[in-house]
């Protein structure tokens, strides 16, 4: 049983990237030295702009258990509105993270017990050179900022791996420019 | 695995007179070849074999005139059928034995 | 070389890596991404392969069947109606013989209509004289694409390998992808004992009757029942095959496994789940949990399940007091048919009936709903005692009847 394993549930749109962000997460963290990693879909009639969320399991042996997490570590929302559509924090373990891309300030996100990061981070991809709304590689600096687990710079190589051929500079930049825009609040 | 082996394994049936015995004596009518009217017979060289593409058993040769296996000819019929000089007569089995 | 893929990406490898001459396929989901990948290959030109496009899965097969009997090292890949629409033609590639490859990508069939995982399509294509391996991980996918072609072409068998839809086909793991050098050396070009040739020409499978017959050599030709009780023995003969194509391939890459079962924690265990596919990964954990418990428990995956190794799997369950089999597939109006086969094992190779172990049946999963790590305890927790064999021998999990 992994009990050392970090469970992260990532929250999208059909065609927003959450599944890219989550498997270039997958690659950065098994190249870290996580030698067991999962990224498991949760796939049902995928349509573009419908609510989507994909599972991804990190730990330090292989993982076996391949179900949907149901008690995530972290929550990672590509869109604030989602908060609104769906329970996306179901489950989240008590001193949990939420990560959220939103225009919002952080105070006005107020989960129990729960940490929350978030970032402008539709506005800093554009900032960066991506088209609008091209946020999965924007999210990924967030979520090393605010949880630690895994250098920037990792997760920036393997965004230009994934990207190769489409804008990999002005991606990791987006993560970069995210990275420092990152305003920590929550736990109340 | 071997050829010898694997053939032992599958139905695979080639072509030329025999797969199923000697299967002559089926035979109620026997195709007859008249040289004089067949093609290769007439012009003495080889040519036409029609009733040698059409035979199913593979009973027929492509030889000037061609021959008929009644060993294993079944008496179909088809080469009579086919040949385009109507040179090949069906003949009754049972005439044949009288003479 | 380590990557990250999916698990058709997986299997797609595995294809390229094998050498497969002709592919074929009509696209299914899940198993489209795996058949997507193959023609990117053969497009780009990484791959030398002839790709035919077709208009059904009854055509898929049917052209590998074509390109098999003429020589070439055949693939093809689909999931559930799809492995269905094939079904006569499954049939007549294993009484041809002919040594062709297929990945099912497990998918509950319809109706109503699904698109998620279960066992129900390969498993109701048990009885066609297919060899049937399933695949826990990507790492037992790539390596067994590679080992089914040496197979295959060792003992004149088709093989499917299956594997789950999504759960495997779809989720991003780390695998090694073999070296192409190795490959080769493991499985080189195929070299079929008979093959078409226009030059010597042959009728294959045509109508063969009851009893023997002649041959145009006059040797005697077989005859139906022959050519099935021959392709019968042969299933049989493919278990030591398989071994020995397991053996190459660990002496090639260094690593390798049981073949045929792939038990976990059951030296000493009471009670043992079998399961096949990625749930018998899920049940490690499970199991863990319950040793925390102090309940001696373990899993054991079927991983060759035909032929079926029935003395082996009953040598491995023989010592324990219940057995928990997890089925994602059933035989309706009876039971799971890996249950079934269990205890028909059972009964053969172990001793009196009180010396047996119970079995108990769990259905799960069906047309992919959801398999929690909770109520698999429950299952096991609520099996794994004495008396866990009474009551219902069939009982269903996650079912929800308002």
Known sequence: MNNDSIEIRWHGRGGQGAITAAKIVAKAMFASGYSGVAMVPTFGTERRGAPVFTSLKVSREKIYDLSPTTRPDIVVILDHLLLEEADVTQGLKKGGLIVINTPRAVKNYRFNGSRVAVANVTELSVKAGLPQGMVNSGIIGVFAKASGIIELSALTQAIEEEFVRRKPRENALAARLCYDGTILGGRR | ?99 | MQIIETGNVAAALGVKLARAQVIAAYPITPQTPLTEKLSEFIESGEMQAEYVPVESEHSALAVCIAASSAGARSFTATSANGLLYMHEQIHWAAGARLPLVMCVVNRGVGAPWTIWNDHQDSISQRDTGWIQIYANDHQQIIDSVIKAFALAEEVMIPVMVCYDGYILSHTHMPFDVPEERLVDEFLPPYLPPYSLDPADPANLNTVTMPDVRPDVRGDTAPGYMEIRYLLHKDMLEAIPAFERVEERFRSVFGRGSNPYIEPYRCEDADYIAVALGSLSYHLRDVVDTLRNEGVRAGVMSVHLYRPFPDELIARALSGCSGVVVFEKALSYGYQGALCSDIKSALYRHTGEPGGRPFVVNYILGLGGREITTPDLLDAMRSSCSPDGGSGDETRWIGLRFS
Do not use: F
């Open chain 2, 1 to 99: 695995m071997k050829q010898r082996d694997y053939r032992k394994k599958i139905s695979l049936s080639e072509t030329g007179p025999g797969d199923a015995g000697k299967t002559g004596s089926w035979r109620i009518l026997r195709p007859v070849i008249d040289p004089q009217v067949c093609i290769p017979g007439r012009r003495n060289a080889p040519a036409c074999y029609i009733c040698w593409l059409y035979c199913p058993d593979g009973v027929i040769s492509r030889t000037v005139p061609p021959g008929i296996d009644y060993q294993y000819c079944k008496g179909c019929g088809i080469c009579a059928e086919e040949c385009p000089t109507k040179a090949i007569t069906m003949v009754e089995e049972s005439s044949l034995l009288k003479e």
